[in-house]
């Protein structure tokens, strides 16, 4: 079946650019998330990438696509204390729209 | 902004009771799923309905746990009888047909004791 792996955790300063990486082993990926959840709350969607894309902006956060490698990143710049959370990669293939989740990497900011 | 309710919030419950949590999907959603979040298993997928009919359930323990969708406006989770190894939380989430990501409730903790 699919699998998403991410590493467990993250720690970046206050300022610097975050990147969050995430490798999935189905080939038939259509679309790509980056999913939010921050403590007691439920998951928010940040932002998406269909498969035949290899990057997309939005405001501070930049998602690269190596399909080839099957490797996803989520980069979020000028990292503020808000950011602090569990960030989940998930995809979905167009035969089948289930969310496979990551295991989710949590993210600490740093003063 | 649209949003999926989920209720209750937080439950308590002996082993054995049973429990039904409810969902309420964003109106005009036709997929409804519903996900179970632990520390150790992460989130595993247990049912997904699309029109209301059930599509995939292969993820949940069939002789306690059953999953329907009344109408559109109601998706319930059941658990019937409950146990410690339950305890968790459960989110529904719901999207349009074939739609591009989806929108998460908030979640239901849920404590077996």
């Known amino acids: 079946g699919e699998d998403v792996e991410q590493s467990l955790f993250l720690s970046v300063r206050e300022g610097d650019s975050s990147v969050i990486n995430c490798t999935y082993t189905?080939?038939?990926?259509?679309?790509l998330y980056w999913y939010k959840q921050e403590p007691g709350a439920g998951l928010q969607l940040l932002t998406y990438?269909?498969?035949?894309?290899d990057m997309k902006q939005d405001q501070r956060l930049t998602v690269l696509l190596n399909k080839k490698d099957k490797h996803l990143s989520l980069r979020i710049a000028d990292t503020q204390t808000g950011d602090s959370a569990i960030y989940f990669c998930a995809e979905t293939n167009f035969g089948n729209e289930k969310l496979t989740f990551g295991t989710g990497t949590r993210l600490t900011i740093i003063p | 902004d649209a949003r999926v309710t989920q209720t209750p919030r937080h439950k308590v419950t002996e082993m054995g009771q049973e429990v039904t949590m409810r969902c309420q999907p964003i109106?005009?959603?036709?997929?409804v799923f519903w996900y179970r979040q632990t520390m150790m298993q992460g989130l595993e997928l247990l049912a997904y309905?699309?029109?209301?009919?059930?599509?995939?359930d292969s993820g949940m323990p069939k002789d306690r746990f059953s999953a329907e969708m009344p109408d559109a406006t109601l998706a319930t989770l059941k658990i019937q009888p409950s146990e410690p190894r339950d305890s968790a939380v459960y989110f529904c989430a719901s999207g349009p047909d074939r739609g591009v990501g989806y929108t998460f409730g908030s979640g239901t903790r849920l404590t077996v004791v």
């Open positions: 109106l005009g959603h036709n997929t």
């Open positions: 189905d080939s038939s990926s259509t679309y």
């Open positions: 309905f699309r029109n209301r009919a059930p599509l995939d």
């Open positions: 990438i269909f498969s035949n894309m």
